[in-house]
Each structure stands twice: as structure tokens, then as C-alpha cells.
């Protein structure tokens, strides 16, 4: 991994710094939070994704850097506009393990991107959390329904659901590399937290304090239709791929629970890997019973903060706020500081 001391130089060099992001999953949000805070912003760009960049004026970044595609970051050019890279799913998904030695300061801890992209890392994690996890199963311990993941940040694309040793195995082969969950039936919740150390929001944290800025459910290609697939007899496999989002409030009652849960999501991370810093997302499914499974964790900015404002950022830092927006003023707050490489890694 790049080494922190090499990273803190670069920031020292930087007289003012810009916000950098690849031209996909979020990007609109980060660019629109950035100019509502005054922040200048630079789009990492294809070709083909320009047009749909540039048709939105309060979500168009200052400038494009052009690349053939998001595999390769212009690193060199993006430090001498004294760019920081905010991740996102994209990059998570494009980049790989990549990030680890990207020579570019990145918003937040790249440690805890290192355990996103491991699914045993990222359970480690979350059972060091406290959190209540669904069980983890080897392919021959199948023995009901149980979720067949596969690496990345693919938005579900991908996953199927099995029953049986014989069934996983005619699907997916003897080496696939996949993670196999028991299958929880529920609700599920996206919960967007923000991890912070300057802030009168949130639960206070070892290290700082967490807020809760939204909630959303994933609507997925076909498995949120499956009763109207049964009752017109169709037989079609099941789905998971991402293809929106949805506002999710919830019961009032069960909040305590969540925030607790966050705190727990960073003071594991400080132990870890040094800490969790902006934006992360546990993403949990609530039972019958209320009982509350957390099955990922997404270390970055997640999509379902693009439904904007939610109730809960409202609550915290009143109308009109987003995610995006908290990301600028937690970079412009340090950065006033003199403690950009608090948060930079």
C-alpha cells in the first residue's frame, strides 16, 4: 500500500486542492455537493459519458480529464491540479487493487477500501462491530436458501440464489471465488452514515462522531417483482442487479439500534486499520421479528445517497443537504484546519 508519509507530502505541496471523481455511480451528486460548497471539482471522463456530464449544469464538473476508460487513473495529472480522488462504487469496481498504490491523496482511509473489496476482511470486521451477521456458508454446508456472491462492487449483478451442494455446484463450478450467505427474508435497509471529527451531529465514536445522513432500499432488476412472476405462472430466474433507489424511513424504535451499530462499524475500523473517515454504509436486512442482520459494509459514498435530502441529513444539518455536500465542507473544515491529512489517505 502507498505509504502514508509519501501521500502527506504530496497534500503539503497543494495550495488549495480540488475534488476529483471517475464520471460514474455518484459523481453527480459529489460535483453538485462541491459547488453548493464552493469547491472546485475535475470529472475523470470517457468519451462517451461526456455528454451526459456536461447536459447538467449544476452537477458539471470545472474541468474533464479524458481517459479511454476508468481502469487507469491519470494520477501525475490529477496531483499537479492538486486534485483529492473521492471513491466511489466505480472505483471500487474499475481500479481494484489498484487503489492501494495510487499515488494520489484519497478522501477518507484507502485501509478500509482493502476491506470492502475482501469479503473475509469485511466480515471480520463487521463480527468485530458487534454487528449480527447471516451465516457464512462453504458450498457443501448449503443446506436451505443461501445468496451466491461473487468479488467487486457490481451492484449485485451477478448473484444467484441456490439451495443445495449440487445446485451451487452446477451453477457456479469448483473454483469460482464467491462468498455464499444464508439467505435472510426482510426488509432491506441501506443505511448512509458519515464519520466525522468535527461535528455537533451523530453518536460519538473512540475517534470522532457518526451521523446518520439517509436511508434507501435497492430496487433490483426482478426480485422485487417475484410475486407478480408467480401469480401469472413465469419462471424466470431471479435477479439482483441494481437498477435504482428508493427513500427508506424507519420506525423510530429501531434507530438506537442503528446508530450503535455505527459507532461499532468505526471503533472496529480505528482498531483495524486506523479508522473509517466520511462517507460508509452498512447494509442490513430487519427480520419479522425486528431482528436486524447486517450482510456488507460499503466503505465510500454509496448510490442511494442520490436520492439527495433525506430526513435524517435534515435533522442533522437542516434542508437541502446532501452527502455530497458533507464530503466539501468535511475537506474544506480540515483543510481551514491545517488537518487535511487526517482525513486523507
Keep these: 500500500m502507498f505509504a502514508k508519509q509519501e501521500l502527506d507530502e ?3 505541496s497543494y495550495k488549495d486542492f480540488k475534488i476529483a471523481t471517475i464520471c460514474s455511480h455518484s459523481a453527480l451528486q459529489i460535483f453538485n455537493g462541491a459547488r ?6 475535475i470529472g475523470i471522463c470517457t468519451e462517451r459519458s461526456r455528454e451526459l456530464y456536461e447536459s447538467f449544469p449544476y452537477a458539471k464538473p470545472d474541468e474533464f480529464i479524458m481517459v479511454d476508460d476508468y481502469t487507469g487513473i491519470p494520477v501525475d495529472e490529477l496531483v499537479e491540479k492538486e ?4 471513491p466511489h462504487g466505480s472505483l471500487v469496481e474499475y481500479v481494484g487493487d489498484k487503489i492501494d498504490d495510487l499515488a494520489i491523496p484519497i478522501f477518507g482511509n484507502r485501509g478500509s477500501l482493502v476491506y470492502e473489496k475482501s469479503r473475509n476482511k469485511m466480515f471480520e470486521w463487521m463480527h468485530r462491530s458487534g454487528l ?3 451465516r457464512v456458508l462453504k458450498p457443501d454446508e448449503i443446506d436451505g ?4 456472491k461473487f468479488p467487486g462492487a457490481k451492484g449485485g449483478k451477478g448473484y444467484i440464489v441456490v439451495h443445495t451442494p449440487e445446485e451451487y455446484y452446477s451453477l457456479v463450478g469448483e473454483d469460482a471465488k464467491t462468498m455464499v450467505q444464508e439467505f435472510i427474508v426482510g426488509v432491506r435497509a441501506y443505511v448512509h452514515y458519515f464519520h466525522s471529527f468535527s461535528t455537533p451531529a451523530g453518536y460519538k465514536t473512540s475517534y470522532g462522531k457518526v451521523e446518520m445522513l439517509g436511508i434507501d432500499r435497492r430496487m433490483e432488476s426482478n426480485a422485487d417483482e417475484i410475486a407478480r412472476q408467480l401469480s401469472v405462472g413465469a419462471k424466470i430466474p431471479i435477479s439482483f442487479t441494481v437498477m435504482g433507489n428508493q427513500p427508506l424511513v424507519l420506525r423510530e424504535s429501531l434507530l438506537p439500534q442503528y446508530m ?4 461499532g462499524v468505526c471503533n472496529s475500523s480505528k482498531e483495524l486499520f486506523g479508522g473509517i473517515h466520511g462517507p460508509f454504509c452498512i447494509e442490513t436486512i430487519v427480520t419479522e421479528e425486528l431482528e436486524v442482520y447486517a ?3 460499503s466503505a465510500r ?3 442511494g445517497t442520490n436520492l439527495l435530502e433525506s430526513p435524517y441529513s435534515r435533522y442533522s444539518h437542516g434542508p437541502n443537504y446532501t452527502t455530497g455536500m458533507r464530503i466539501a465542507q468535511e475537506l474544506k473544515n480540515a483543510a481551514k484546519a491545517g488537518k487535511l491529512g487526517d482525513i486523507v489517505y
Excluded at 453548493?36 to 471539482?41: D, F, H, L
Excluded at 486534485?83 to 473521492?86: A, G, K, Y
Excluded at 450503535?260 to 459507532?263: E, F, K
Design 83 to 86: 486534485s483529492i480522488l473521492i
Design 295 to 297: 450482510f456488507e459494509i
Design 301 to 303: 459514498i454509496v448510490a
Design 145 to 148: 436458501p443461501s445468496i451466491v
Design 260 to 263: 450503535d451499530m455505527g459507532r
Design 10 to 12: 504530496i497534500l503539503s
Design 132 to 134: 449480527r451477521t447471516p
Design 36 to 41: 453548493e460548497q464552493g469547491v472546485k471539482t
